[in-house]
């Protein structure tokens, strides 16, 4: 059974940083391409950055552009997202997902968009104070 588990949320103050970590179990990590999503009460769900199985590419909303770096450690088969200068309208519960597919079906970088992905963590809170 695929398990993904994401961790790290928590309260901020504007301006401030935090570092949201992600394992998957389950899974031949490294083959899997990853992603960060985000969900703000009455809003869609919204790609926030994805990276590839290798971790040679990456797709960064422009909402978070300059500001948020996805990363992986295959090694460590951890995912992580470095979120610096953080905003009030970062607040979501944000979320880590894998590909629906390794990367032997589709080695291609996803679009980032929520149905690309087919394993999903339960979500960690970030909170950004003004």
């Known amino acids: 059974q695929v398990q993904v588990v994401e961790s790290g949320g928590g309260l901020v103050q504007a301006g401030g940083s935090l570092r949201l970590s992600c394992t998957a179990s389950?899974?031949?990590?490294?083959?899997?391409?990853m992603g960060w999503f985000r969900q703000a009460p009455g809003k869609e769900r919204e790609g926030v950055a994805c990276?590839?199985?290798?971790?040679?590419?990456?797709r960064v909303g422009d909402s978070v552009k300059g500001r948020f770096t996805i990363s992986r450690d295959n090694a460590k088969n951890t995912l992580y997202l470095q979120m610096n200068s953080l905003k009030p309208e970062d607040t979501a519960m944000y979320y880590c997902a894998a590909a629906a597919y390794s990367m032997v079906v589709k080695a291609t970088l996803p679009f980032c968009r929520p149905a690309e992905f087919g394993y999903w963590g339960q979500g960690t809170q970030v909170t950004v104070s003004s």
């Open positions: 389950g899974l031949i990590f490294a083959d899997y391409a």
């Open positions: 990276i590839s199985y290798s971790g040679t590419s990456t």
